[in-house]
């Protein structure tokens, strides 16, 4: 497959979507974990996956991010075809995700974790040499560990922070090396209810041509920080529309949200 | 594998000499100015032999502590480096040694030497843990009878004798004070390196890889050049070491290479502890004190002298049982326990 010169890609950006599957399906042997995925995000957009656990929206994201190929159909990134691209080619093409389960650097401190975010996606990654105090990423790194309110901590271990710290910090490593779109799975999951608050604030004031696609199971944030909603059931789309539309649907309330939506 | 050091706050406008406790200058300042009380036998034997293994034993402190790979090939990286200064340098055997000069012997020793550990790293980091361990054992043994074998470029069962360093400024560097500063300086010199490339991206993402490999290769980072690239830097330290260690008994043999030294430096390094690169240094020092000193107790004890092996045995599974980061684990251990209040358990301020 041609991946195309940069010059290529740029132009490709400027008019297509952000995100587009078509046909994604998912076949675990004879589980079929995603069927028939068609989505369209357009850039910036930012918009909610719902559904109960088992819907298939984890699969999604690993379709997505490349963890593992979808069985049949094609997934589009800023127009360019990136069905068959390893994991770490569509990072190079600005799309981050952060994760349900801590997948952290236990043994190093809150900056180095972003610092090694950020120099991830650019040269240097074998140097020898140590950063500088003003050295171009580490001053990003520091940035981004303002952003997500952890500057206080930013020299603890990892393994000495708290759990909703590690998710704010999971967050900051989404945001590194210039995302155009990112995929958050569960970011409010275990957080108290000010922790929550910070979360939609982080979220609502990222730079509008970040677009992301956002796994929640708390209502309160998967609504208050999208724009549109998926609702997922059996591996399959089974709704979408703006919040409040989704909200007030008998179908979605009857199936997911038990009447009167919840925090669960 | 658990955390190194934990970094400095980098608010700290201090000069970075300035930072440097007390307690660091007095040990710099005593490791100066050992030569002139200590005997020819405690510079050249004791410490000479310390800092030689410390440096070996470095290099798999940093394999292990930094990127979680134990590698039980690193004598065998300074053992090929010792044979390579002896093959393409000067020796008694001189139907083999090619008698190049020194300044094209060591660094092409060095060169050779990385290049033999970034291909049995390429092989090493496929596996993971116990397999590791397994692979490198492996190659150290298939070197150790290669090198006993083949008589025409490794001498065989004899190996080679009168490798000597050179005639540098016209020093003797096998003089007991010149020989200590030759070893004190290179063990410095690879301790001061592995700190600072600790903190440069390549240590850290080394660190990361340690921690936590599926996300750094979703991070964008190549897992395995990582790790292959560590065992290129570790074989450079371990290479110095073999070199040193090579001059220090003026020969190489099969012996150098066996499995037995190959144990030895991974005991070292464990009881020492892999958190910090000084844990490698205190372990060879126990260990040569051990090694230098056992029999004399023994034999005073009315035991056997050759029960020593004995000794170091206990002591390893004495402090692998009670602390798991060696003799630098106990020593936090102990730092903690002080600072704790007896009767609460909390920690003093």
């Known amino acids: 497959m041609a991946r195309g010169t940069v010059t290529q890609r740029l132009a490709a950006t400027g008019t297509a979507n952000a995100l587009e599957l078509r046909n994604v399906s998912k076949k675990f042997g004879a589980l079929e974990a995603l069927g028939d995925i068609n989505i369209t995000v357009k850039p910036g957009e930012r918009r909610a996956v719902l559904g109960s656990n088992g819907a298939g929206k984890t699969t999604l994201f690993n379709c997505i991010t490349g963890d593992f190929p979808p069985t049949t159909g094609a997934i589009r990134f800023f127009g360019e075809d990136v069905t068959t691209f390893p994991e770490q080619e569509r990072i190079r093409r600005g799309l981050r995700r952060t994760y349900q389960i801590s997948l952290l650097f236990h043994g190093l401190s809150v900056l180095d974790n972003v610092y090694l975010a950020c120099r991830g996606v650019s040269r240097g990654r074998f140097s020898m040499i140590r950063p500088r105090r003003n050295d171009a990423l580490m001053q990003s790194a520091e940035d981004l560990v303002r952003v997500v309110h952890l500057e206080d901590a930013k020299d603890t271990l990892v393994s000495d922070l708290s759990y909703g710290q590690q998710r704010q910090l999971e967050i900051a490593m989404a945001l590194s090396g210039a995302p155009r779109f990112i995929l958050f799975d569960e970011p409010a999951a275990g957080l108290s209810p000010t922790e929550r608050r910070e979360l939609v604030e982080i979220l609502t004031g990222l730079p509008s041509h970040v677009g992301y696609i956002i796994i929640e199971h708390d209502m309160d944030v998967a609504l208050r920080v999208s724009e549109q909603v998926t609702m997922m059931h059996n591996g399959r789309i089974f709704k979408e529309g703006k919040p409040a539309e989704i909200e007030d649907d008998p179908e979605v309330q009857a199936l997911y949200l038990g009447g009167g939506h919840g925090h669960g | ?116 550990a970034t291909a049995v790293g390429w092989l090493a980091v496929r596996t993971e843990g116990i397999y590791t361990i397994m692979i490198t054992l492996a190659i150290a043994a298939a070197f150790f009878y290669f090198t006993r074998q083949n008589y025409d470029v490794f001498n065989g069962f004899q190996g080679f004798n009168s490798v000597l360093p050179p005639r540098l400024f016209g020093v003797d560097w096998r003089g007991p004070e010149a020989f200590y500063y030759l070893t004190l300086f290179w063990a410095a010199a690879g301790y001061f390196a592995v700190l600072y490339v600790a903190r440069a991206p390549f240590g850290l993402a080394l660190q990361g890889v340690r921690d936590n490999p599926r996300r750094m290769a979703a991070l964008g980072y190549s897992v395995t050049a990582h790790r292959v690239a560590a065992y290129s830097f570790a074989a450079l330290l371990a290479g110095i070491g073999g070199i040193l260690l090579t001059w220090q008994s003026a020969q190489i043999s099969p012996g150098t290479v066996a499995i037995q030294p190959a144990i030895d430096i991974l005991v070292i390094a464990v009881v020492g502890g892999l958190r910090h690169p000084i844990g490698p240094f205190i372990g060879a020092f126990l260990y040569v004190l051990l090694k230098t000193f056992a029999v004399d107790v023994l034999v005073a004890l009315g035991l056997g002298g050759e029960r020593f092996n004995l000794l170091i045995g206990l002591g390893f599974l004495v402090i692998v049982f009670f602390s798991p980061d060696g003799i630098l684990g106990l020593w936090e251990k102990l730092r903690a326990s002080r600072n704790r209040d007896p009767l609460t358990g909390r920690e003093r301020h």
């Open chain 2, 1 to 116: 594998m658990v955390a190194i050091d934990r970094p400095a706050p980098r608010e700290d406008s201090r000069m970075w000499i300035e930072k440097i406790p007390a307690a660091y200058w007095a040990l710099v300042v005593i490791l100066l100015v050992i030569p002139s009380f200590a005997s020819d036998f405690v510079m050249f034997q004791i410490f000479g032999w310390t800092f030689i293994l410390g440096l070996i034993a470095l290099s798999l402190m940093f394999l292990g502590g930094y990127g979680g790979m134990v590698s039980l090939a690193q004598m065998t990286f300074a053992g090929f480096a010792g044979y390579m200064v002896a093959i393409l340098g000067a020796s008694a055997i001189d139907t083999i040694s090619q008698g190049w000069p020194w300044w094209v012997v060591i660094p092409l020793a060095l060169i050779l030497t990385v290049i033999f």
